[in-house]
């Protein structure tokens, strides 16, 4: 790992390319590396989605290597910086892609978040 890209993030929702924060168009730039899915279920929470790891189902979603400073930019996005407001928690996960794995980011919704949220049973934001 380069120290440009010390790390990864998977992306399931309003981050994914063509949504309405597409990581793509922050700085620093970050770099694709794939299409993949995790084990989880996913919630509508009106204009933005949340995930539960690990619930039955899978979810889709994009995997980019990041820079410490986009890092920092996603916290703010995901409402953890500059005062956590309580909706996501940052945790990490082992993510395949072919026969690579990664252990990326991933921004999860809180119990509490999440159990207002509508259920997307296709696991696809962008479907």
Known sequence: ?????????????????????????????????????????????????GIQLGKGGYVVGEVYAISAELE???DQIEGLLPIPDGQYRK??????????????????????TWARGVPLLSGDWMA
Not at 21 to 35: E, H, K, Q, W, Y
């Open 72 to 74: 920092m930019l996603l």
């Open 1 to 49: 790992m380069s120290a440009e890209f010390p790390l990864h993030v998977f992306v399931y929702g309003t981050l994914r390319r063509g949504a309405a924060n597409d990581i793509n168009r922050l700085s620093p730039s970050p770099r694709f590396m794939g299409i993949t899915q995790v084990a989880g279920r996913l919630v509508s929470l009106g204009d933005y989605p």
């Open 91 to 112: 945790k990490y996960i082992q993510v395949s892609l072919g026969a690579q794995d990664f252990f990326c980011l991933i921004y999860e919704a809180t119990a509490e």
